[in-house]
């Protein structure tokens, strides 16, 4: 009987939840009112990247970009807490097959290039710091399942994640103290579609690779580890 | 002379970044980072508050005017607000120096760091999805604090935390969803602007979620079943920070969206009966508690039922009432909190049957436990007084006798469930198995700048009421702040 009730209640909320969003045009053109339409007419100018997505999520809106990475940054450190273990811990899980094993050696680096690629060419093609960085994760990941004995360095991890965090602060300090405001773009814009364009768009988005990478690897080793 | 406001959000992200660093080089510097950090903080708010007071600061973050980029703006409230997260905070970051030995007690301090510094982003910032993205750096350290004892009940307290909060998460993300496919911004002011010519049915609908949202991070009723567990089963620390911080952001954030925001006539006496039953519930669940902090707990959710009863009034004199509750609360709270984490550690038992006689043993301790529930109970002159009397009479003449006491009845039942722990604190025996310790002369500090404070703004109620004055004024009239935001950008 509670039960019914509940999946009455849930279907009711849902159904007014849904029937409030079909209000909302879909499909519709809408971005000739509001924000969208400056972003579209004179990001390109204004940011110099070509990826306009990238010159909201890392340029105007940059701020909230910062505090993502922070949320990723707790989550991590979150985790690293709950975690926390004195006991020696071992990974939880046979060693994969041969061909997995020499797939996954093979698979490795290029994988890691790819989301090298991914974030270095965040202003330019779709992509960006964040994906770059999950991507690098997976490879790390593909190599955990196979090879059991195959183990990160967590303090260098760590350095990396700190280091990067740090320079993303800096950056934006940096446009404090020559520019007009925090997170400023000081460098020359450049010329749009070459990768020395965009300020510092990209080297922000440089670091937020580097943090996403390290965070995601070290959480999903954390992940994987069980108590001897 | 204050240096560029948006510093007392990155200070605190970059120190948070570098901890991990210095903990290898010395573990023993990293309690006193957030000190200072936070300190920096207090003497910036305080720094800011005569600025803030003529003229709303606006900041302006990666060189884009509002609306294109997101601004800091700190009025009159947002800078009360700030002050009283990042005072609480310090006092907090202090009793911490000694109170954390558990590994791994640098990670704490990062919460810690990052908790207050979200609930700073969520008063200042003048950008509503900004707002939740700090939102999300508060209640995830939150989540990861209370769980950080790692025993079998901070683990349930906090997963139990961590469903709701992600509940209260999704909502405001589709109530910012919504807002933004209509009016094209995330600005607050201007979307307080162009709300007006939103199709009704869709504003009402985004206001719903967002109310749902923020009053579970503001412990309204009945979005507030995570409060209890939390505040009792997380480090005692933490428990302060929770009523002293996380639950003041969440009220600002209540308060920004029915008055700046949303401003619907309807919202506010809705606001009021949500105030009064949450007032009620806590009070009549605090006395039946067994457990000292869950007591707490129960009658932090029923301070914050009084707040949202005068936040639901709508007059100048009922909002500086209830932000001059949030203040007294903000102080008190974590004051109680912090002698009854002592008491339950030198009774070696957190019930309250356990503290007979602790007023013998430990008789600082607990002189400050009873002085923080004298304050909080409202006798004169101690600072509860004030604001509670000025909320009652506030609801008494503009008519709402049953409210005021319904109220009042609340305070009674308050008064019977702190008295008993007061009395048993004096008038009982103690029990042969207390702990005879010294307690740590940080915590001492702390809790003395907390008493000390309490004792000045009873006495003197016109130096707090100075600042919040003002502060009530930008919430009622609402184009103060919109013309401030609005006059910066386009």
Avoid: C
């Avoid at chain 2, 510097?29 to 709303?56: A, C, Q």
């Amino acid at each position: 009987m509670r039960k019914a009730i509940a999946v009455l209640f849930l279907g009711f909320i849902g159904y007014y939840l849904l029937s409030t969003f079909l209000l909302v045009p879909f499909g519709v053109v809408r971005v000739l009112e509001g924000v969208g339409l400056k972003y579209l007419q004179d990001g390109l100018q204004q940011t110099g990247a070509a990826n306009l997505v990238t010159s909201i999520v890392v340029n105007y809106r940059g701020f909230d970009t910062l505090g993502e990475v922070t949320v990723l940054f707790l989550a991590a450190t979150g985790m690293g807490a709950l975690l926390y273990s004195k006991r020696p811990t071992e990974r939880a899980r046979q060693n994969a097959s041969v061909i997995v094993k020499t797939g996954a050696r093979i698979l490795f680096p290029l994988i890691i290039i790819l989301g090298a690629y991914v974030f270095i060419h965040g202003h330019l093609t779709p992509g960006g710091g964040f994906q770059g960085g999950a991507i690098i994760a997976s490879g790390f990941l593909l190599m955990f399942m196979s090879y059991r004995t195959y183990h990160v360095n967590h303090v260098i991890l760590s350095r990396v994640e700190s280091s990067a965090g740090s320079v993303f602060v800096i950056i934006g300090l940096l446009g404090l103290a020559y520019g007009s405001s925090f997170l400023a773009n000081i460098l020359p814009l450049g010329t749009a579609n070459t990768l020395f364009s965009a300020g510092v768009i990209p080297l922000i988005y440089v670091a937020v690779g580097f943090k996403v990478g390290a965070e995601l690897t070290a959480l999903l080793d954390t992940m994987l580890q069980t108590v001897k | 002379m204050y240096l560029d406001p948006v510093l007392m959000i990155a200070l605190p992200l970059f120190a948070a970044f570098l901890i991990p660093p210095l903990a290898r080089i010395s573990k023993g510097l990293v309690k006193y980072v957030p000190v200072l950090i936070i300190g920096f903080n207090l003497y910036e708010t305080v720094m800011l508050l005569p600025h803030s007071m003529v003229k709303p600061v606006i900041v302006i973050i990666a060189a884009w005017a509002p609306p294109l980029g997101i601004n800091l703006t700190i009025g009159p409230l947002g800078n009360v607000l700030a002050l009283i997260i990042s005072l609480v905070g310090f006092v907090v970051a202090v009793y911490n120096i000694r109170f954390v030995e558990e590994e791994p007690n640098e990670k704490y301090h990062m919460l810690f760091l990052l908790l207050t510094a979200g609930a700073t982003g969520m008063v200042l910032t003048g950008d509503i999805f900004n707002l939740f993205v700090f939102l999300e750096i508060t209640s995830i350290s939150s989540y990861a604090l209370t769980a950080f004892l790692r025993d079998r009940d901070g683990a349930e307290a906090a997963f139990k935390y961590l469903l709701i909060g992600s509940m209260a998460s999704t909502f405001i993300l589709l109530g910012i969803a919504l807002i933004y496919a209509t009016t094209g911004t995330l600005n607050m002011a201007q979307i307080a602007v162009r709300l007006k010519d939103v199709d009704p049915r869709i504003a009402i609908m985004a206001l719903i979620l967002l109310i749902t949202g923020f009053g579970i991070e503001a412990e309204m009723f009945p979005l507030n079943g995570w409060a209890p567990d939390a505040y009792s089963q997380a480090p005692t620390p933490i428990g302060a920070a929770f009523g002293g911080i996380v639950v003041k952001a969440g009220v600002y954030a209540l308060a920004r969206l029915i008055y700046t925001i949303f401003s619907f006539q309807g919202i506010f006496h809705f606001i009021l009966i949500a105030g009064i039953i949450t007032l009620l519930i806590a009070e009549m669940s605090a006395i039946r508690q067994k457990q000292l902090k869950r007591m707490l707990a129960f009658s932090s959710i029923g301070q914050m039922g009084l707040v949202l009863i005068a936040l639901g009034l709508a007059t100048t004199r009922g909002v500086e009432g209830g932000l001059f509750q949030m203040f007294n609360h903000a102080m008190i709270k974590p004051l109680l909190f912090l002698s009854a984490g002592y008491l339950v550690f030198y009774s070696g038992s957190k019930n309250i049957e356990d503290m007979d006689g602790m007023g013998r043993v430990k008789p600082l301790l607990s002189f400050f436990f009873a002085f923080g529930a004298f304050a909080i109970l409202g006798l004169p002159p101690l600072s509860g007084f004030w604001s509670k009397f000025i909320i009652l009479s506030e609801t008494i003449s503009h008519g709402f006798i049953a409210v005021a006491t319904l109220a009042l009845f609340g305070s009674i039942i308050e008064a019977v469930y702190y008295l008993r722990v007061v009395g048993r604190l004096y008038f009982k025996a103690p029990h042969d198995g207390a702990k005879v310790q010294y307690v740590p002369k940080s915590a001492l500090v702390a809790m003395s700048i907390l008493a000390l404070i309490t004792l000045v703004t009873g006495l003197y109620p016109d130096l707090v009421m100075t600042y919040l004055k003002p502060a009530a004024a930008e919430l009622i009239d609402k184009s103060i702040y919109i013309k401030a935001v609005l006059s910066a950008g386009l």
